[in-house]
Structures are given as structure tokens and as C-alpha cells.
């Protein structure tokens, strides 16, 4: 966690922040200065301006209309889109720059769904009050001299001075009016680190079950921007303890199984959480997204699979076959891609696959099959099941680790006498028609796959060979269908 910093600090970090963009600020704000009309740098943009992490996408607030910007923008933008102009907002590309210019608002809401009924406003203040949290609800005017006057009515800089998440009305009202805006608090708790005031808290708990409002899209645009944060595993935490995970995404919570003195395991949930912070510390290219899903979903299927064994063991056979059907579900749901679903529900597969592995026992074929199982997947494969070590037993993850560098080892040994990459028959299709004499359909298919798995067992086979094993397998067909 940063060490608190004082206002002073925050605010002359903001003005250094604000200074890089000195050009693209003054240049806006001429335009709306010469046209009459207010514009402010407002929300994420000024936090984060406070924080030391703003970069190139600012989001501004004006009194004036989406149709007067278009026309005040229009000779200035590189580029311009309208993708919100029915909520306020216009779009602007401007110097490598992303601006998103939105008209005052003061919504009301129907209770019912998320959707606003938008109202424009012609003041500030009526703007910043209707935000999220108060860390957004601040700021900084804009003129043809740059940054001007802060603007914090709310309690904002000190609410990012202890790094604390409140709302500007009753949270209550600002979570009925917009639910996601609970599934925001748990993402800012992963993304910057912070913590949620008390009264927001309680409310969270109280009104998780509206969270059944949003679609399934919103959902998993913040539940995946809560993963790629700095702390996810706060995030997801605050989730699953006020309910929020019961809604959106409740096989994580499920893992909270209860354990008695007489069958001991591992608190399933407890050691998902440190799988998903030690794949995190393996990451070696930036957050990985498919790898953070499959570190959080690996043992979803635990409880299902849950047996008590005789003499106070517990078993969970097959936990990673169930839980890879789980995890395509919930993705389902919540809308994913295939691609996605495909990938993390794969790994979620394949996480315990190496566990047969042993002291090196595996056959150069049952090497060659976990890597072309696991295909474009195999360096988070290696990344997930190096993290799902979570024993405190100093020697067991000794030998372990161990255990799967000598694996990686066998296939880097392998892959450079084979294209492990691409493991495929040594015949292809057309080779197959030529040799047995039969036209394009399944049965070409299913010889193909034959020599697939032969070239899995055997590895590369001379021409003549694959040939005369393929003669082999037909004329065996052939004996059976008589």
C-alpha cells in the first residue's frame, strides 16, 4: 500500500501531471473560452492527476450542448465520434490525445434499470454530486492559460489523501440509481489500492441483489478491469464478503467451503486467492488477462467434486473436469468471447495434469501431449501451475518446482528435435486419399487422426514408415467391417 501523502504533495503532483498535457489543455480550452462556455477537467482525470497516473485519455465537463461542440470542435479535432452524444458526450482525437467532452448532467433515474434519463445541467456542482465516489467528483478549470481553479466541493482530495471510497450523496441513493456503481467500488479497491468507507459497506451488503440489474456485458467489462488492477485479490474479496460475488459470479464465493477437525483441507477459497497473487507475480509481459481468470476459476469445481473419505480424508476426483464446464457456463453468461471461454476453461482443464508428472515417470508421448494439449496456452500453463504451489511444506514445494523445471526441461529437450508447436500427422490429407485410393470425407478424418496419435507416441516417423503404418491401420479396418 503507497504511504499516505499530504494535500499539498497530491496537488503539486496533479500540477506536474497536468503540465505534460499543458499544450492539448490550453488549446481546448481557447476553443470553448472564444465560444463562451465553461469547461472543466473532471473525474478519473483529476484523480488520477493526484495520483501520478494520468495518461493520455481526459475527460472534460461544459455547459455547453453536444450539438455546440460538435461545432466548435469540428475544425479543431484530428478526429471526432458521436458514440455517447445521446448521453452528453462527444469524442474527440487530438495529438495522440483521447478527449471525452460531456454536457452538464443532472439524470434522474427509474429505479427499474440503469439507464438514465438524461438531463442537462448548467451547473458544476449539480454535475460532481451526481458522480460515483467522491475521489471522481472533482475538477480543475480549463482556459486558454491551462489548468485553473480546483474545484472540490465533495471532499474529494481528502478522500484520496486517506485513499478512501465514499459516495457524494447517501450511498443508498447513488447505488439505486446505478447499481454497477457497486461492482465500481470493488474495482477501485483493486485498482488503486483503496479502501471503502464503512456506510458504503453496509450498503453494498444491503443491496447486492441489485447488481441483477445490469447486463452481462457491463458486468464483465468491470469484473475484467478488477482483474487487471494492482490488487485483484482485494478486489475480488470485497466482492465475495458483501455479496457482490453471490450475483455475478458465485462458484468463486462457493469455494468458502466449511472444514471440521476431523477432514482437513485447504480453505479452497483462501488458496485461490494466493493462486491468482502468485500467477500475478509471475507475469513476465504486463497483466495477463486469461491467465488472472484461470487463477481465480482453477478449483471452481472443488465443491461440487467435494467426497469424505474414510479415517478424515477429502478428495475432489475429477474437480478439474467439472470445473472446466463451470467456468464455460459462467463465462457464458457473463458473454465472453469463445476464444476467452475457450482458453481459460482449457486451462482451468489442465491445471492438474502435471500432477501425474511424479518423479519424471512421463513418456516422451506423455510429454508431447501435454504440450499440444495445451497449445498456444502452454507458457500460462507453466505460469498456472507453478502458482498453484501454495503449501507451506518448504520441502514438498521444493520438490514440486523441481519437478516441473525438469518437465519444461524434457520439453525444450524435445521441441528441439521436434516442431512440438505443431504436432501433425506425417502424412497429410492428400497422401492419405493417394495411398489408400479414396475420395475426400471421414474417413480420411479419422486416418488422419490415427497417425496423429501415433506421431503423439512415437514422435517423427520416416515417410516409408508412417506409410506402412497406415497400410497397417486400413487393412485392420478393413478385417473388422468384414
Request: proline letters at 5%; glycine letters at 8%; hydrophobic letters at 40%.
Amino acid at each position: 500500500m503507497p504511504e499516505p501523502a499530504t494535500d499539498a504533495v497530491l496537488l503539486a503532483a496533479a500540477q506536474v501531471a497536468l503540465n505534460r498535457h499543458g499544450a492539448v489543455l490550453r488549446d481546448i480550452g481557447r476553443v470553448f473560452a472564444d465560444a463562451g462556455h465553461q469547461l472543466y477537467l473532471v473525474g478519473g482525470s483529476v484523480r488520477d492527476a493526484l495520483l501520478g497516473r494520468l495518461g493520455n485519455d481526459l475527460d472534460f465537463t461544459t455547459d455547453a450542448r453536444p450539438d455546440e461542440m460538435q461545432r466548435m470542435l469540428r475544425g479543431w479535432a484530428d478526429a471526432m465520434w458521436d458514440t455517447g452524444i445521446e448521453f452528453g458526450t462527444v469524442g474527440v482525437g487530438r495529438g495522440g490525445h483521447r478527449l471525452e467532452i460531456t454536457t452538464f448532467r443532472s439524470d434522474t433515474y427509474d429505479q427499474v434499470s440503469r439507464n438514465p434519463q438524461v438531463s442537462f445541467g448548467d451547473r458544476l456542482e449539480d454535475d460532481l454530486v451526481r458522480r460515483d465516489f467522491t475521489v471522481n467528483a472533482m475538477a480543475v478549470s480549463i482556459t486558454p492559460d491551462g489548468p485553473g481553479e480546483f474545484h472540490d466541493p465533495l471532499g474529494g482530495l481528502e478522500a484520496v489523501r486517506t485513499r478512501t471510497l465514499d459516495t457524494p450523496m447517501a450511498p443508498e441513493v447513488s447505488f439505486g440509481d446505478d447499481p454497477l456503481r457497486m461492482l465500481r467500488a470493488a474495482r477501485f479497491v483493486s485498482q488503486l489500492q483503496f479502501t471503502v468507507a464503512p456506510r458504503v459497506v453496509e450498503a453494498l451488503v444491503a443491496m447486492a441483489p441489485q447488481l441483477s440489474r445490469i447486463t452481462a456485458e457491463r458486468v464483465a467489462a468491470e469484473l475484467d478491469k478488477l482483474l487487471l488492477g494492482a490488487d485483484p485479490v482485494a478486489g475480488i474479496d470485497l466482492m465475495v464478503q458483501t455479496g457482490l460475488g453471490d450475483v455475478v459470479l458465485p462458484e468463486v464465493g462457493a469455494m468458502r467451503m466449511e472444514i471440521d477437525e476431523h477432514h482437513q483441507h485447504k480453505d479452497v477459497y483462501q488458496h485461490s486467492l494466493k493462486v491468482l497473487q502468485q500467477a500475478i507475480d509471475l507475469e513476465d509481459e504486463g497483466p495477463d488477462l486469461v491467465l488472472r481468470w484461470a487463477a481465480l476459476l482453477h478449483d471452481i469445481g472443488k465443491p461440487a467434486t467435494r467426497k469424505l473419505e474414510p479415517g478424515g480424508g477429502v478428495s475432489f476426483h475429477h474437480h478439474e473436469v467439472v470445473g472446466a464446464k463451470m467456468t464455460r457456463k459462467r463465462m457464458r453468461a457473463l458473454k465472453y468471447s469463445k476464444q476467452m471461454i475457450d482458453d481459460v476453461s482449457q486451462l482451468v482443464y489442465l491445471h492438474l495434469r502435471f500432477h501425474g508428472y511424479g518423479d519424471g515417470r512421463w513418456t516422451d508421448s506423455a510429454v508431447r501431449r501435454y504440450v499440444t494439449d495445451a497449445g498456444h496456452l502452454l507458457p500460462r500453463l507453466h505460469k498456472l501451475v507453478r502458482a498453484d504451489c501454495t503449501t507451506r511444506n518448504r520441502r514438498r514445494a521444493a520438490r514440486l518446482q523441481a519437478a516441473y523445471d525438469d518437465l519444461e526441461r524434457r520439453i525444450a529437450e524435445l521441441a528441439a528435435k521436434e516442431d512440438l508447436a505443431r504436432v501433425r500427422p506425417d502424412l497429410d490429407g492428400n497422401e492419405i486419399m493417394r495411398i489408400l485410393g479414396i475420395p475426400p470425407g471421414p474417413l480420411v478424418g479419422e486416418a488422419w487422426r490415427y497417425l496423429k496419435e501415433l506421431r503423439l507416441d512415437r514422435g517423427p516417423l520416416e515417410h516409408d514408415e508412417a506409410v506402412e503404418e497406415l497400410l497397417k491401420w486400413w487393412n485392420a479396418r478393413a478385417d473388422r467391417d468384414v
